[in-house]
């Protein structure tokens, strides 16, 4: 069965530091990844996509996946307290098959 | 991306009793899923609907509890059926715009049943 791992939080982390978001995925097939953030009361929205082994950087956010150790990961730079949300990782094996999700990490940053 | 429109945002219904939620695309989109994500959990995937034919269920959903129509490439229904308090969730349509594109959400619809 496809699974995608997360540490359910809550994460705590004081404003203007670096948060780090984790998140294992089980099926090998997996070929894209992706990371959400959700609000209270909202729906997800894309922050970032990752396909390839590396790092991908877009302003605050970076994105980082390695395929052989099955991790993908989220690094928010300059955490500021509107970066506080659940954030939601994603899988899809391929050929826009239906994504697997983590159950979330809890954000909060702390003023 | 795509602007996603989903209707009813939110509703309160008796048991037993159907809904039907609506999603609107302003623009043909490649495909479009359905989730659900029940209070404090993630988004389970319901079903993927299909443009002119059946949709395609997950394991525990049903198409006579969930039925799904997806007439052309910008619109989607999801009905609830027969409604339970288990049923009550938030209900997600999602799409892909383009192939290879990433998914996107849309508002969600609230969903509670007396």
């Known amino acids: 069965q496809k699974e995608v791992e997360q540490n359910s939080g809550p994460l705590s982390v004081p404003e203007g530091a670096i948060a780090s978001l984790n998140c294992t995925y089980s099926d090998r097939v997996s070929q894209s990844f992706f990371w959400y953030r959700q609000y209270s009361g909202k729906s997800p929205e894309l922050i970032m996509s990752?396909?390839?082994?590396g790092d991908k950087e877009d302003g605050r956010f970076t994105a980082q996946l390695n395929k052989a150790s099955q991790y993908v990961s989220l690094l928010i730079r300059d955490s500021q307290p509107s970066d506080s949300a659940t954030y939601l990782c994603a899988a899809e094996t391929g050929g826009n098959t239906p994504l697997v999700f983590g159950k979330g990490t809890r954000l909060s940053v702390i003023a | 991306s795509a602007v996603i429109s989903q209707k009813p945002s939110r509703d309160i219904c008796q048991r037993g009793t159907s809904l039907t939620i609506q999603c609107q695309v302003d623009?043909?989109?490649?495909?479009m899923f359905w989730y659900r994500q029940q209070p404090g959990q993630s988004l389970t995937l319901i079903a993927t609907a299909n443009q002119g034919s059946e949709a395609t269920y997950e394991s525990g959903f049903v198409i006579d509890k969930f039925p799904i129509s997806r007439p052309n490439l910008t619109f989607s229904t999801l009905t609830v059926s027969n409604m339970s308090p288990e049923d009550s969730s938030i209900y997600l349509c999602?799409?892909?715009?383009?192939?290879?594109?990433?998914?996107?959400f849309g508002d969600g619809t609230r969903l509670s049943i007396l």
């Open positions: 999602s799409v892909v715009g383009q192939p290879n594109q990433p998914q996107h």
């Open positions: 623009s043909q989109v490649t495909m």
């Open positions: 990752i396909y390839s082994n």
